[in-house]
């Protein structure tokens, strides 16, 4: 048997943020920004009848309050392509069926991001609960002969696994700040393990 240690690999990282001297998105200075903050759904599997939003719209600092009509066509957030098939129902914000607690329904724009949160509070949404799907998605695939991979096999094992519904969550906040470019392009800061293909999407 041949083995092979790879030594490990040095974190370059870590002493800027143990020291207190780690830059996130807030410590980027964007003179003239908004702030936006998202207004969620608090119940579902539901329908969103409605957003009453003019409360937030008297607030002095609030620029806008978008739904997801305001946006108009603006595409949808890829997934994981993991298995071909499964749904996309990931727009940018809720239309209609509201399919999780939390999903967004509308985005606040204001001169804070303080003033944007106590914005969103003050926006009303209104959905009418409806029956929960069974199943959330359901798929079948195999690779290659499995048939002929089985009936040459010394031993089997049945094996049934079960998932619960999950969703990993960062431990620090999801910040994104935007600012247009002098020559045309756009200058994009954000947390992000995958950021070439932010830049694709964005494109």
Not at 17 to 26: K, N
Not at 41 to 64: K, R, S
Not at 139 to 162: L, N
Not at 191 to 201: A, H, I
Request: aromatic share 4%.
């Amino acid at each position: 048997m041949t083995r092979h240690n790879t030594p490990p690999t040095p974190r370059l990282e870590d002493t800027a943020f143990v020291t207190g001297r780690g830059r996130y998105g807030s410590d980027v200075d964007a003179e003239g920004a908004l702030h936006a903050a998202f207004v969620r759904a608090a119940e579902a599997p539901a329908t969103l009848t409605g957003i009453e939003t003019a409360d937030a719209l008297q607030m002095a600092g609030v620029h806008a309050v978008l739904g997801a009509s305001d946006l108009g066509l603006t595409g949808t957030l890829s997934v994981n392509p993991v298995v071909d098939g499964v749904p996309d129902n990931s727009g940018l914000l809720c239309a209609q069926k509201v399919g999780a607690v939390g999903e967004p329904v509308a985005i606040v724009l204001a001169q804070t991001a303080l003033l944007a949160a106590d914005a969103a509070e003050a926006v009303a949404v209104e959905t009418e609960p409806s029956e929960p799907s069974p199943e959330g998605f359901t798929f079948a695939w195999q690779e290659g002969d499995c048939e002929a991979a089985f009936g040459s096999a010394a031993h089997t094992v049945d094996v049934t696994t079960t998932h619960a519904r999950l969703a990993p969550s960062a431990m620090e906040p999801r910040t994104v700040l935007a600012m247009p470019d002098p020559g045309g392009g756009l200058h994009v800061v954000l947390p992000s393990q995958s950021p070439w293909r932010c830049r694709d999407e964005l494109a």
